[in-house]
Nanobody, 122 residues
């Protein structure tokens, strides 16, 4: 059974930094394709970043501020978030096994975590 567990969310002031982690278990990590999405209540899931065999992809809204990386030995993907803004406030979800099409489309990932909340407010 595939399990993705996110951690690292929290509340902080604008300009701060957080690092989200997503540990994968029960998952054949062959493609090593992982992604991060976020969702504001009442809105659709938004692709934030993805990583695949060393290539990385970012939403324009986070480019230059967020960095996705992975530790293959630990089956873990990270999202380093710097210069956080109030508009980054959302539930952040980890996704695994990007198997087709655009990384921005949630339906193109097979497995999902339960999410971790990030709140940026002064």
């Amino acid at each position: 059974q595939v399990r993705l567990v996110e951690s690292g969310g929290g509340s902080l002031q604008p300009g701060g930094s957080l690092r989200l982690s997503c540990a994968a278990s029960g998952y054949t990590y062959s493609s090593k394709s992982m992604g991060w999405f976020r969702q504001v209540l009442g809105k659709e899931l938004e692709g934030v970043a993805a990583i695949y065999t060393g290539g990385t992809y970012y939403a324009d809204s986070v480019k230059g501020r967020f960095t996705i990386s992975q530790d293959n030995a630990k089956n873990t993907v990270y999202l380093q978030m710097n210069s956080l803004k109030p508009e980054d406030t959302a539930m952040y979800y980890c996704a695994a096994d990007w198997y087709r099409g655009s990384w921005r489309e949630p339906l193109n990932f097979r497995y999902w975590g339960q999410g971790t909340q990030v709140t940026v407010s002064s």
